[in-house]
């Protein structure tokens, strides 16, 4: 039994791990619908299932050790009952009383001192839940897994009169971004800047679907996204921001000889002396911030989505790789048809965008 619980215990590890990408990697698997079937099926849920194969392969095992403990107690009460007179003069009704008392009251007594922590701690933790107010069902979206998205060929990406909000640290006080009325068209490089807290990743998170407007609407070639198609919407980008989160796995990935594509990128992205990737898998990811930015470019260009989102993607790289990154990168995406949205605030490449958006504090001061 223990070392099934050993086992288990190993593998709840690994399942800990992949509970902590869900967190961190939220964004990357809304936006990739393959990719998160793959990571629930071939990693989550596998986990989950030998975790609980162990457990309840030790459970059982504790169960017949258990049943087979008291059998041998039963038939050692019965030597002392039948056997032992014959050999020792004590009184058969007496010795039946003392073994049938000390029988019955001992099983409930040890049950009940067993059970005493664990409902201890189940109680708690039922309070502790209710206190917090915990509600995800509430919160829970819809999974489906959407084909990916084949084809670049849209007209227009509109934001209609969007408008969200955060509440601020007072009652009465909050942050607004918006009213927000924009269009863009594919083929586009368009950078976002503005200072701290101007609503910079806020409005990212709007464009790619992370966010709901308040009120508004976004229309891609003039179809809103709604609950319905919302999935299917998020399908279209490709995104790296600021808190992004880094797979060990080329999860949902559909492109034919992955491996030889990805050594490509790594040597363009000048990994190829730290990282390798064989069937799908990364070598490493303990490498510095700018590098697993890179590695995460290698995602992201695997993935050929029609749109694509940098997060302040150049602030953890060197000035050499910065200026690759604004001057080579940047515009081979743009020869390739796709839309780029970059927000930045490395002012001297502003000069590359076909399009500036600055935001002040939610609201748009100039578009150009």
Known sequence: ???????????????????????????????H???????????LQVSADASRDYNVTALNTGAVAIGVGQLLFFML?????????????????????YILTS?????????????????????????????????????????????????????????????HSYPGEKEDSNFSLGELNLKFHPGQLVFIIGGNGSGKSTLA???????????????????????????????????????????????GMTNHDLDKQAAEYLREFHLDNKVEVKDGVLSTTALSQGQRKRLALL???????????????????????????????LPELKRRGKTVFVISHDDRYFDLADRAIKLDYGKVEYDR
């Open 299 to 329: 995602t992201a260009y695997l993935e050929d989505r029609p749109i694509y989102l940098f997060d302040e993607w150049a602030s953890d790289q060197d000035p050499f790789f910065r200026d690759i990154f604004y001057k080579q990168l």
């Open 205 to 251: 998170k709007l464009i790619t679907g992370l966010y709901i407007p308040e009120s508004g609407k976004i229309l891609l070639d003039g179809q809103p996204i709604t609950e319905e198609n919302r999935e299917w919407y998020r399908q279209h980008f490709s995104a790296i921001f600021s808190d992004f989160y880094l797979f060990e796995r080329l999860l």
């Open 77 to 97: 009460m019965g030597l002392l009952l039948f056997a032992l007179p014959k050999f020792v003069p004590v009184s058969t009704p007496v010795l039946s009383a």
């Open 103 to 163: 029988t019955y009251l001992m099983s409930p007594f040890q049950n009940i001192l067993q059970r005493l922590p664990a409902i201890f701690r189940a109680n708690t933790s039922v309070e502790k839940i209710e206190r917090m107010g915990l509600a995800l069902a509430s919160q829970a979206e819809t999974s489906l897994t959407v084909k990916p998205i084949q084809t670049a060929e849209w007209a227009t990406l509109e934001l209609n009169r969007v408008v």
């Open 33 to 43: 619908s393959l990719r998160r079937q793959e990571f629930f099926t071939e990693q």
């Open 1 to 31: 039994m223990r070392k099934f619980f050993d086992l288990a215990r190993e593998e709840q590890d690994i399942l800990f791990k992949h509970f902590r990408s869900i967190t961190d990697g939220i964004k990357e698997l809304k936006l």
